[in-house]
T-cell receptor, first 112, second 108 residues
Framework: NAGVTQTPKFRVLKTGQSMTLLCAQD?????MYWYRQDPGMGLRLIHY???????AKGEVPDGYNVSRLKKQNFLLGLESAAPSQTSVYFC???????????FGPGTRLTVL | SQKIEQNSEALNIQEGKTATLTCNYT??????LQWYRQDPGRGPVFLLL?????KEKRKERLKVTFDTTLKQSLFHITASQPADSATYLC???????FGAGTRLAVHP
C-alpha cells in the first residue's frame, strides 16, 4: 500500500516548456487535489476532482490544467511554464469531502 | 475572502514543556478545522480534526480546541520532545484553505 505517489520528484524547466505531473493513489479515494506550496505561504489549491472524469478549479488555477481519466490518477499539466510557477507541488487524496487528506511527497519544480 | 492565519515566527521551547500553536480564521466558521504536521521536504501528515460543535479534541499528547466566538483554534503538544520539531499547519476544511504554518523547535 503505497498511499499517494508523485512523479517526478524534481524537475527543471525552461520558460515556455510544458510538462505533466502525475499523481497516483491506491486507497480507492474519490477526491483528489493539487496544491502548490511557496515559502511563507500556505498550501494553495490549484485544482481538485470529486471523482473520475470530473475536475474543478481551486484558488490558483491559471496556467494549469488537470485530468482525471482514471480514479486512481490525477494529472497536472503546465502548457507553457513560467518562472512564477516555480514551487513545490503536492497531490493529495481523500475518501470524502471532509475527510482526512493524504499527501504525496511533493514535486519540486524550478522554471528558469 | 476567507483566510487562515498562523504565527509566522518560529516557536522555540524546551523539552518537556507544553507547546501552544494558534490558528485564527476570518469570516465564517468552518464546519471542520484540521491540523497537519509537515517535516522538511515531505508532504503534510494529518494529526487531528475538530468539528465546530466540539470544544476540545485529544489524541495522546496532542490537544486541539476550537472557539467559534474568537474564531480561533489552539493546538497543544504536552511534554514536548525534540522529535516534535516540525511545521504545523491548520486547515479550514470547507474551503480547503491552509495556513502558512508555524515552525516548532523543541530544544533538549
Amino acid at each position: 500500500n503505497a498511499g499517494v505517489t508523485q512523479t517526478p520528484k524534481f524537475r527543471v524547466l525552461k520558460t515556455g516548456q510544458s510538462m505533466t505531473l502525475l499523481c497516483a493513489q491506491d486507497m480507492n479515494h474519490e477526491y483528489m487535489y493539487w496544491y502548490r506550496q511557496d515559502p511563507g505561504m500556505g498550501l494553495r489549491l490549484i485544482h481538485y476532482s470529486v471523482g473520475e472524469g470530473t475536475t474543478a478549479k481551486g484558488e490558483v488555477p491559471d496556467g494549469y490544467n488537470v485530468s482525471r481519466l482514471k480514479k486512481q490518477n490525477f494529472l497536472l499539466g503546465l502548457e507553457s511554464a513560467a518562472p512564477s510557477q516555480t514551487s513545490v507541488y503536492f497531490c493529495a487524496s481523500s475518501g470524502a469531502e471532509a475527510d482526512t487528506q493524504y499527501f504525496g511527497p511533493g514535486t519540486r519544480l524550478t522554471v528558469l | 475572502s476567507q483566510k487562515i492565519e498562523q504565527n509566522s515566527e518560529a516557536l522555540n521551547i524546551q523539552e518537556g514543556k507544553t507547546a501552544t500553536l494558534t490558528c485564527n480564521y476570518t469570516n465564517y466558521s468552518p464546519a471542520y478545522l484540521q491540523w497537519y504536521r509537515q517535516d522538511p521536504g515531505r508532504g503534510p501528515v494529518f494529526l487531528l480534526l475538530i468539528r465546530e460543535n466540539e470544544k476540545e479534541k485529544r489524541k495522546e499528547r496532542l490537544k486541539v480546541t476550537f472557539d467559534t466566538t474568537l474564531k480561533q483554534s489552539l493546538f497543544h503538544i504536552t511534554a514536548s520532545q525534540p522529535a516534535d520539531s516540525a511545521t504545523y499547519l491548520c486547515a479550514h476544511y470547507n474551503k480547503l484553505i491552509f495556513g502558512a504554518g508555524t515552525r516548532l523547535a523543541v530544544h533538549p
